[in-house]
T-cell receptor
Framework: AQKITQTQPGMFVQEKEAVTLDCTYD???????LFWYKQPSSGEMIFLIY??????QNATEGRYSLNFQKARKSANLVISASQLGDSAMYFC????????????FGKGTMLLVSP | EAGVVQSPRYKIIEKKQPVAFWCNPI?????LYWYLQNLGQGPELLIR????????DSQLPKDRFSAERLKGVDSTLKIQPAELGDSAVYLC??????????????FGPGTRLTVL
């Protein structure tokens, strides 16, 4: 099974609306972290938000929040009040401590925000 | 605080030529990563350094790729000779500690390599 699955190749949203980008993961490690990155056309991977597997609360960072459902193994990114500058590729990644001491990324979701 | 610096940003070479990429991590970050990103895919790890030691290079094609991290700071990734299939974006990242489940990796802008 894929460690990270992002089922939405592309998403469209109008400016000022909220959007949810899906991410499901697969791991047997009890301790792991989930990360979301944004990659605009310039190419740089920009860290957005982090959720630890033992965190009780869903992570929030400004307009970004992570809807963490541990039993379903999902970690969806919610962007509130979309802006034109949010148009980019979004990658979900998992970091595990056992076996793989690095990040494994999904294939990404392209988000386009229209005026 | 300065972010991860990479150079060059773009490189175009002919196949069979050598090429090198340079990375300067965030100050104080002991762990450095090189990733390969093919078009339409997420980044995949090539090699990870803890200070100057390469602790995970299982995905590095050692017949043509090499890397070094002198003095545990800057790092260089080299390809010799380059092949058409090496055309991709090469990303460098760094983090403070080595725990992948908790330690945020910060990425540089990447080097986009085109092999003709």
């Amino acid at each position: 099974a894929q460690k990270i699955t992002q089922t939405q190749p592309g998403m469209f949203v109008q400016e000022k609306e909220a959007v949810t980008l899906d991410c499901t993961y697969d791991t047997s490690d009890p301790s792991y972290g989930l990360f979301w990155y944004k990659q605009p056309s310039s190419g740089e991977m920009i860290f957005l938000i982090y959720q630890g597997s033992y965190d009780q609360q869903n992570a929030t960072e400004g307009r970004y929040s992570l809807n963490f459902q541990k039993a379903r193994k999902s970690a969806n990114l919610v962007i509130s009040a979309s802006q034109l500058g949010d148009s980019a590729m979004y990658f979900c990644a998992i970091g595990e401590n056992s076996g793989y001491s690095t990040l494994t990324f999904g294939k990404g979701t392209m988000l386009l925000v229209s005026p | 605080e300065a972010g991860v610096v990479q150079s060059p940003r773009y490189k175009i070479i002919e196949k069979k030529q050598p090429v090198a990429f340079w990375c300067n991590p965030i100050s104080g970050h002991n762990t450095l990563y090189w990733y390969l990103q093919n078009l339409g895919q997420g980044p995949e790890l090539l090699i990870r350094y803890e200070n100057e030691e390469a602790v995970d290079d299982s995905q590095l094609p050692k017949d043509r790729f090499s890397a070094e991290r002198l003095k545990g700071v800057d790092s260089t990734l080299k390809i010799q000779p380059a092949e058409l299939g090496d055309s991709a974006v090469y990303l460098c990242a760094s983090s403070f500690r080595r725990g992948a489940s908790t330690d945020t990796q910060y990425f540089g802008p990447g080097t986009r390599l085109t092999v003709l």
